[in-house]
């Protein structure tokens, strides 16, 4: 019961941390760098959670002008433009548009993007080759986070003209549209869906595990949870080290323990002992109990019961 409710106290905690962090503005949490960066035989996986992760379509200047036209008639539609503020918008969208144009056409820009998408291409070269030796896939993980520099310095300047376009085209809406729509909330993405589940989830098990409440089911979704993290980076023998990790791990680490201690929690009725699992589901387990001792009693020999 003990380990329980600590592991429910650090899954709460973690969960509590992550939507306070959330609501503080310029420091939400996500869970990008985790899986962006993972190593382990999940990686591709992970990585896909992530939209456009390599930013190809933010450096493709037709997916980034249809992103932006997307962007306005989203808005657009958001505030019911009229004809006259549609067509403003449409100017504001072609200035982008031609800023667009130049900044791709650059000569340096160029020659930029073109090094970014060669070295990329090598990278995942090696993260897809089953036959990479060790050291060719600690160096593709830390060229990784070098091209990761280089691919926020190349879409900087678009993603800036993309918020700026987005703020010029929400400022032709009239006080009267903005109070009655609201503010534009983009849609959600996968990575957004993540970053909730994983604030949230961790909240509703440390809560469930702390109470013992649903206390098994708590615990097995804390293992595929733990599990998953374990996979993301795992300690084994020709991946790179987790830069994040505290202290040497070699196969086992504390991710790997925790997960084992979830499923041994999961196999284990704690929260019928002491818990709300133990009010909601304690009659039925005690019925149960009896109705199999009273089975096993009649079931034994004559003999045996008048021993």
């Not at 962006?36 to 992530?50: D, E, H, Q, W």
């Not at 667009?100 to 998408?117: G, P, S, V």
């Not at 440390?206 to 979704?221: D, T």
Request: proline share 6%.
């Amino acid at each position: 019961m003990l380990l329980r409710i600590a592991i429910g106290w650090h899954f709460l905690y973690e969960g509590l941390e992550k939507v306070e962090t959330t609501r503080k503005a310029g420091k939400a949490f996500t869970a990008e760098p985790y899986l962006r960066f993972s190593t382990g035989p999940l990686a591709p996986v992970f990585r896909g959670l992530i939209p456009d992760v390599n930013s190809i379509h933010k450096l493709n200047p037709d997916d980034r002008k249809a992103s932006w036209k997307a962007d306005v008639d989203r808005i657009a539609s958001h505030y019911h433009f009229d004809q006259a503020q549609r067509d403003k918008a449409q100017l504001e969208l072609k200035d982008s548009e031609d800023y667009a144009d130049i900044w791709f056409e650059d000569h340096e820009t160029k020659e930029n993007r073109r090094k970014y998408f060669v070295e990329l291409g090598k990278v995942q070269a090696i993260e897809q080759n089953p036959n990479a030796l060790s050291y060719e896939r600690e160096r593709a993980a830390a060229k990784r986070k070098d091209l990761d520099a280089d691919r926020r310095s190349l879409i900087a300047d678009l993603d800036a003209r993309g918020e700026s376009l987005r703020s010029a085209v929400t400022l032709l809406a009239t006080p009267e549209q903005q109070k009655s729509a609201g503010p534009v909330v983009p849609p959600r993405t996968t990575l957004d869906w993540v970053n909730l589940s994983t604030m949230w989830g961790l909240v509703i098990m440390g809560v469930c595990l702390i109470l013992g409440l649903f206390s098994p089911l708590a615990a097995l979704a804390g293992a595929v949870f733990l599990g998953q993290i374990y996979l993301s980076m795992p300690p084994w023998p020709g991946l790179p080290a987790n830069p994040m990790a505290e202290g040497h791990y070699f196969i086992v680490n504390k991710n790997l323990i925790e997960m084992l201690a979830c499923l041994a929690l999961a196999c284990i009725p704690t929260g019928s002992w002491i818990g709300i699992d133990a009010l909601l589901f304690g009659g039925r387990r005690r019925r149960r109990e009896l109705a199999r001792e009273l089975a096993e009693a009649e079931s034994e020999p004559a003999s045996a019961r008048s021993r």
